[in-house]
């Protein structure tokens, strides 16, 4: 039984370019679990902890009519808690859990009741219930009592008020079981039809000739600005993979430094970093200091008791003759911000960022 309180260790964030949600990990089968809606047109994704540490994952096993994908991450996670799979059937009125990263933020646990342990919707079986269900959470566990997973929870069916839905653990075991024929590099296709299988691109299943869903093999591709961005994000030394939050957003550390790089008003592209919070007392100094510093092309700011580093442009001039300079200087601001901070605590005593990476601070 898995202690409550170490719960959230296994139960990850799931990050790519179109958006997020949750996944949980299976020790027995080293694998994490996920909806298929989850990572639809991706192969490779980044899985994030509570403590925003994050690890490239490939998606090893996809399920459309289920809507359940299989990921294997690249890192070791024996460390993680064993969540196991509930065998006895849930009954209408059991208390239950949803554990999972709504809407993004850090992990949460809702509670609630089992309205339905088999309710019918569009042709599959979910469970039911009244636990607060958000974009976010699809793809993370539902939990009885005992910590036992008994459902994926399906935040894409909570169209109403006070209702939230889960997959049964039943459809997933068959899958679990022939986890032997997956390997961590090949992107598989699971049939509709048949359960077969299916390694490479097909219209139609092999072995019973099913008709596949469409653009089930496709991966999505990245706009022009994405790959300028993720360009600069990898000559700063960063996975510009284990940095996508979202479509043309990126949040990743530069030693000790948080940088979020991300699209304004579809005008303009914003890289920030939150480096510093102001001391309590003594402001004069550094408040002078923030005034007359000269770290152009980039400006310091203050948002209540944060500082901040900023850097922006015009998306014209990205696809323009300054590209190069702009992307040279967007990888200067992620240095320069990881120099600043340290600066700042060093001369006028000013705290980290609450944001920022603590086992890089000096």
């Known amino acids: 039984m898995t202690d409550r309180n170490s719960l959230y260790a296994a139960v990850l964030k799931v990050n790519h370019a179109g958006g997020s949600g949750s996944c949980f990990y299976l020790k027995r089968h080293n694998l994490f679990v996920t909806n298929y809606h989850v990572i639809e047109g991706f192969h490779t994704v980044a899985l994030q902890d509570n403590d ?3 690890w490239r994952a490939h998606v090893v096993l996809a399920n ?9 991450a690249e890192g070791d996670f024996s460390t993680l808690p064993e969540l196991t799979l509930a065998t006895e059937e849930p009954l209408i009125g059991d208390k239950i859990r949803v554990a999972g990263y709504p809407f993004g933020m850090p992990f949460t646990l809702t509670e609630g009741s089992i309205s339905s342990p088999d309710q019918l919707m569009e042709g599959s079986h979910y469970i ?9 959470n699809s793809g993370g566990p539902m939990l ?5 997973v008994i459902a994926i929870t399906v935040s894409k069916l ?14 997933l075991r068959p899958m679990l079981e022939r986890t032997g024929e997956l390997d961590a590099t090949t992107y598989r296709v699971q049939c509709p039809g048949c359960d077969e299988f299916i390694a490479g691109e097909e219209e139609y299943c092999p072995s019973c000739g099913v008709r596949l869903p469409e653009g089930v093999f496709r991966e999505r591709g990245l706009t022009d600005l994405a790959q300028f961005c993720e360009k600069a994000i990898a000559a700063m030394g960063v996975d510009p993979v284990l940095a996508r939050i979202g479509q043309e957003s990126w949040r990743f550390h530069k030693g000790s430094s948080e940088i979020r790089l991300f699209v304004y ?5 914003f890289c920030t ?16 200091y923030l005034l007359s510093a000269d770290v152009a092309p980039y400006k310091l700011g203050l948002e209540e008791n944060q500082i901040y580093i900023a850097y922006r442009v015009h998306l014209t001039d990205i696809f323009s003759d300054e590209a190069p300079r702009i992307g040279r200087e967007l990888t200067g601001l992620a240095l320069k911000a990881d120099e600043l901070d340290d600066y700042l605590h060093e001369n006028y005593g000013c705290d980290f960022s609450e944001y920022a990476r603590r086992e890089e601070q000096n």
Do not use: C, H, W
Not at 128 to 136: E, F, L, S, Y
Not at 161 to 167: A, H, K, P, Q
């Open 52 to 54: 925003r540490r994050a």
């Open 128 to 136: 039911q219930t009244d636990a607060a269900v958000n974009p976010g």
């Open 265 to 269: 008003e579809d005008s303009y592209l």
């Open 64 to 72: 459309p009519a289920r809507d359940i994908a299989l990921l294997a």
């Open 144 to 148: 009885n009592l005992r910590n036992e």
């Open 273 to 288: 970093s939150p480096i510093n919070i102001l001391p309590k007392r003594d402001l004069e100094p550094v408040l002078t």
């Open 158 to 171: 909570t169209d109403a008020d006070n209702m939230g839905f889960g997959i049964p653990v039943d459809a």
